[in-house]
């Protein structure tokens, strides 16, 4: 996948990259990343040498078919691992156990602290959960990503990709041993979820919007919802009045 799909995006999108010096050659790391496209999680493979594993819903590993099987091959090559997230706590630990097993192992944890992708453009808040306590339990260092343009080669909804050059900043690793252990404690999560979407907000050069993106994805669609009601009842009182 890494030479094949790999190169294949390197040669059309040519992506640039800073900071490549800042992945250990060797040895586990979590990369947190901002998540503003589905491309995201090839583009950032596509430039490193390494492999790197992120967590995908387990719809993309179950679903019947030719095409399902297909899917499901890319994805296991690409190196994503299912998740079920039909309940919430339960996903949560979920990814918390993969990626776990992924830093014991030796390896690179891909993970997106936003926990969904930005609505907007914008950098929002980090969920703690996730990043924060895979960190504290393994002591692995927490190194900040920033994809930069990627959500205009691919915006959500659209199949097709944009042939433009997306970019990618890499920030040097955060060492959170000193709080090793303290997984249990959430004011402990969140001082360290705060300090890398931080680090993130000053490689994307992001606006920074404190609340989490899925809370802004729901006032965007009941925003949606309340103009195409109001769009609605304009309508009928203009059928109406004519009547």
Not at 46 to 66: C, N, Q, W
Not at 233 to 238: D, F, G, K, S
């Amino acid at each position: 996948m890494k030479f094949s799909l790999g190169g294949s995006l390197k040669i059309a999108f040519r992506p640039w990259v800073e900071g490549l010096e800042n992945i250990p050659a060797d040895g586990p790391a979590i990369l947190a990343s901002n998540h503003l496209s589905f491309s995201d999680s090839f583009f950032l493979p596509a430039v490193l040498d390494r492999k790197v594993t992120f967590i995908a819903k387990a719809e993309y590993f179950t679903s019947p078919g030719v095409k399902g099987k297909l899917t499901a091959a890319f994805f296991k090559g690409v190196g994503q691992l299912p998740v079920d997230r039909s309940g919430a706590r339960g996903a949560g630990e979920a990814a918390i156990k993969a990626g776990i097993e992924v830093i014991e192992k030796g390896g690179l944890f891909g993970i997106y602290p936003e926990g969904t992708r930005s609505p907007d453009g914008r950098l929002y808040r980090g969920k703690p959960g996730g990043l924060a306590r895979v960190a504290l339990a393994t002591g692995a260092p927490v190194i900040p990503v920033a994809m930069i343009d990627t959500e205009k080669i691919q915006p959500p909804g659209k199949v097709v990709p944009k042939l433009m050059r997306p970019g990618i900043r890499i920030g040097k690793p955060l060492d959170f041993t000193r709080y090793q252990g303290m997984e249990g404690d959430r004011f402990i999560l969140r001082s360290v979820t705060d300090e890398v979407m931080y680090e993130i907000m000053k490689l994307s050069g992001q606006e920074y919007v404190d609340i989490y993106a899925t809370a802004a994805k729901r006032q965007i669609a009941d925003a949606e919802k309340a103009a195409k009601e109001a769009v609605k009842a304009e309508i009928a009182a203009r059928e109406e009045s004519g009547a």
